[in-house]
């Protein structure tokens, strides 16, 4: 089955000026990635905050461009088209974000914002563009009088309902969702995140869901992908990422999940040390320095993503000592 996404060897990086007037560094947020995503699926892609995972998000979208490698999408190279040529896919490519009051143009009310898209991309005809709100913000669980009010108006929840709509507003096929629930109550997250899910399975959509909470990605992912320092060091379907690990990141990651029982012993020591400045990677694999089953090969040779079994594909020489224990 041809995916509906795909990523080749994606390459970001960024100059970085030096304090000391020195000649500037080069920042790769985004180092080699190839991913895949099928119609219909979740993709979550997890990792520390720094790893390049927002970057990715904005490569696929066009915010950014990239410095080699492709992006596949109805099998047309998004990579290759100008911003004219890209227009007409980008209402099948839609963003939610973080943070939904600064995503939102607090002089627009909720009429306004969820109208552009129609106008933009000539979806429906000007005398049914209000009925077209109303449904959409139905769809999201707001009652029709929210259209006339403005962003700061609204609850963080509330807020993150409206971008859904306006993401959903064009019919999208993949929808990027950059931490969307990070900057919401507990209670509010199960909210937003079963209302993900309902769409999803009403309108058959795609989801690349990136978030650094792996409890969150377990509840709404197919397959979950792991990024370190730029790089895809791990990907699975959930069930057998989170019940089998075999990359010592990946790991380290599971056992820093808060377990809800006080009285249960921490299954692990966090940790030791800082993640790696991407100005300055460590050589070899990008990890060793914290890695506890390091080795002299980890440190001279840089793995490359390689399948065990099914579609579990790791970047590890040593995923054979890699095994999470039950609490």
């Known amino acids: 089955m041809t995916p509906l996404l795909k990523i080749i060897e994606l390459k970001k990086s960024f100059s970085v000026s030096s304090k000391s007037g020195t000649k500037p560094q080069r920042l790769r947020a985004v180092d080699g990635v190839s991913l895949q995503i099928a119609a219909g699926e979740t993709l979550g892609l997890v990792g520390e905050s720094g790893c390049g995972k927002s970057t990715l998000g904005k490569l696929v979208m066009g915010l950014i461009p990239s410095d080699k490698g492709k992006i596949i999408f109805q099998n047309t190279d998004l990579t290759r088209l100008s ?7 980008r209402r099948h490519l839609q963003m939610i974000f973080q943070d939904p009051f600064s995503s939102l143009n607090p002089r627009m009310t909720v009429e306004q914002t969820l109208m552009e898209p129609l106008v933009v991309h000539r979806l429906c005809p000007p005398q049914e563009r209000r009925q077209r709100v109303a ?11 929210a259209a006339q009010r403005y962003p700061h108006e609204f609850s963080g929840g509330q807020r993150q309902r409206i971008s859904i709509a306006r993401a959903l507003a064009v019919e999208p096929e ?11 109550d507990l209670s509010v997250q199960a909210q937003i ?3 993900m899910r309902e769409i999803q399975q009403q309108r058959g959509l795609s989801y ?4 650094h909470d792996l ?37 380290a990651l599971l056992k820093s999940i808060p377990l809800p ?11 030791k040390g800082e993640i790696p400045s991407p100005l300055d990677p460590p050589s070899g694999c990008a990890f060793h320095p914290r ?14 993503l390689k399948t065990l079994g099914g579609n579990h594909q790791t970047a590890c020489h040593h995923h054979d000592k890699v095994g999470i224990s039950s609490p």
Do not use: W
Request: proline residues 8%.
């Open 208 to 211: 690349l869901f990136i978030a």
């Open 291 to 304: 890695c506890p089953y390091a080795s002299e090969l980890c440190r001279r040779e840089t793995p490359v």
């Open 135 to 145: 449904d959409l913000l139905s769809q999201v669980g707001l009652e029709s009088a």
């Open 83 to 89: 911003h004219h040529q890209f227009r007409p896919y």
């Open 215 to 251: 409890a969150v990605v377990e509840h709404v992912s197919d397959r979950v992908a792991v990024m370190y320092l730029g790089k895809i060091v791990e990907i699975a379907s959930a069930e057998a990422l989170y019940r089998n690990p075999q990359h010592p990141y990946t790991e």
């Open 261 to 271: 029982d006080p009285q249960l012993a921490k299954r692990t020591t966090p940790l």
């Open 193 to 195: 995140l079963n209302l």
């Open 174 to 184: 993949l929808i990027i969702a950059d931490e969307p629930v990070s900057a919401l």
